[in-house]
């Protein structure tokens, strides 16, 4: 198994920055990617961004620009910069591992006011 624990989020003014961090423990060999998923009320949990054990990155359209992902396959950052209302989502990390497993955190509040 692979544990996540999320750090940061918050609520912001649009235009504004937030960082969230997480860190993997467990069984960390057996990691593929990590990365960050949102879920806004009434909308499907979508892909933000993701790193892969090789560096490979992956982002949302509505993110591209303003939001970077970075780290090792242990521990990764969301840096979001120039933030918007419709940012305003729970935040989950998520870990896939080599045998297509998934693990996910528990979830951050990011909340962005106009």
């Known amino acids: 198994q692979v544990h996540l624990v999320e750090s940061g989020g918050g609520l912001v003014q649009a235009g504004g920055s937030l960082r969230l961090s997480c860190a993997a423990s467990?069984?960390?060999?057996?990691?593929?990617?990590m990365g960050w998923y949102r879920q806004a009320p009434g909308r499907q949990r979508e892909l933000v961004a993701s790193l892969t054990r090789g560096g490979t990155t992956t982002y949302a359209d509505s993110v591209k620009g303003r939001f970077a992902i970075s780290g090792n396959i242990d521990h990764i950052n969301l840096q979001m910069n120039m933030l918007k209302p419709e940012d305003t989502a729970v935040y989950y990390c998520n870990t896939f591992t080599h045998s297509q497993e998934d693990y996910w955190g528990q979830g951050t509040q990011v909340t962005v006011s106009s």
């Open positions: 467990g069984r960390i060999f057996s990691i593929y990617s």
